[in-house]
């Protein structure tokens, strides 16, 4: 799975053939074929794999978090690309604008959504603990995923506007001004 990130990355997925992942991991063109068939369901696969990865390693940070604020910070850290060109992100910009079969979007969907499901019992931790404003989950997760996305674009495009300021410190900061419960200072929500 991890040399079919790398090999995507490089490749792109329109240039990728099943010979370059199985070189990369040391296995004949065979194998891979024999384990997924065709390079869509590798694509899926390969990125629902990562994403177990990135949520394990998120809800076993988010499990040390004190906070809720502390917590949607990490989810805004997982969220983001790490750099321009971040793997994972690459994968994910490239499997969303393949085409699909039902299946496909089905597991895409999935995925979409555990991300809101993530960022959704967040908000509902704060709200229920006070830290949080009392926002309508559902629309504010939807806006606050779209401006991760967008920020993420920026990211993976290099925009020069995020060099000299921090993409994470920009997100995070737009969500806690809308998450500060009315007449609470910054000081005592963050």
Excluded: C, N
Excluded at 74 to 89: C, K, M, N, T, W
Excluded at 111 to 118: K, V
Excluded at 132 to 144: K, S, Y
Aim: hydrophobic content about 45%.
């Amino acid at each position: 799975m991890r040399a079919a990130i790398s090999v995507i990355a490089e490749k792109g997925t329109a240039a990728l053939r099943m010979s370059d992942i199985a070189t990369r991991a040391g296995m004949s063109t065979g194998h891979i074929l024999y384990h997924f068939g065709k390079k869509d369901r590798l694509l899926l696969e390969v990125l629902a794999w990562s994403q177990a990865d990135l949520w394990t390693r998120f809800q076993q940070a988010a499990d040390q978090a004190v906070s809720p604020a502390e917590k949607l910070d990490l989810f805004v850290r997982f969220y983001l690309p790490s750099h321009q060109g971040d793997e994972r992100y690459a994968l994910w910009t490239q499997v969303l604008a393949q085409r699909h079969d039902e299946a496909g979007r089905r597991i895409l969907t999935e995925l979409l959504d555990g991300w809101d499901e993530r960022l959704e019992a967040i908000l509902r931790e704060g709200r229920e603990l006070g830290h949080f404003a009392d926002v309508e989950l559902t629309e504010f997760t939807i806006r606050a995923v779209a401006m991760l996305s967008g920020l993420s674009e920026d990211v993976m495009f290099g925009r020069s506007r995020w060099q000299h300021t921090s993409p994470h410190a920009f997100a995070l900061s737009a969500l806690e001004r809308e998450l500060r419960p009315t007449g609470r200072s910054r000081g005592r929500t963050a």
